[in-house]
Every structure is written in structure tokens, then in C-alpha cells.
């Protein structure tokens, strides 16, 4: 599993902080250089697609990293990680 764990933290996209809502739009504006309106608004009209929007949300927030390399989903399962 930290495998698994290492190769989301190498990942480009970060959770970025004083997001809303976690932060996913955010970070994907952060890292290919949109503004965020536009991703929050893309992200927004992707919670009216049935069965899209809402899960992809949830799965992003729980694997993407934050910028600190904390990962949600790692933190649910085994508790905080320890530096």
C-alpha cells in the first residue's frame, strides 16, 4: 500500500490550500496554469451529470495529496502520518 501511497504523492496535481470544498479545483488551476472560476465552474456543472460529478469529486479529494503530502485516504485507514 505505500507504494500505492508514493506514487499519488508524485503526482503533479496537489490538493492546494484555502480551496473550497478541499481544494481540488484549486490545485488543478494551480498546476496547468487556469484561473479557478473556470475549473470551479467546469467541477459545477459536472454535479449535473448523473453518477459523474459528485463521485469523481470524492475520489479526487481522497487521493489527491495536499501540498503537505498528506492523503485523505491514507489518513482514514491508518491514521495521520508521522514525519
Known sequence: MQSFY???RS???KRAPGGILGGI???IA???GWRVSY????MLLSFLLPFIGL???AVLW???????GSIALE???TGPRQR
Open 6 to 8: 508514493s506514487i499519488l
Open 11 to 13: 503526482s503533479p496535481v
Open 39 to 42: 475549473v470551479r465552474i467546469v
Open 62 to 68: 481522497l487521493l489527491l495529496p495536499k501540498t503537505d
Open 75 to 77: 489518513q482514514l485507514l
Open 25 to 27: 479545483a484549486s490545485g
Open 30 to 32: 494551480r498546476q496547468y
Open 55 to 57: 463521485p469523481l469529486y
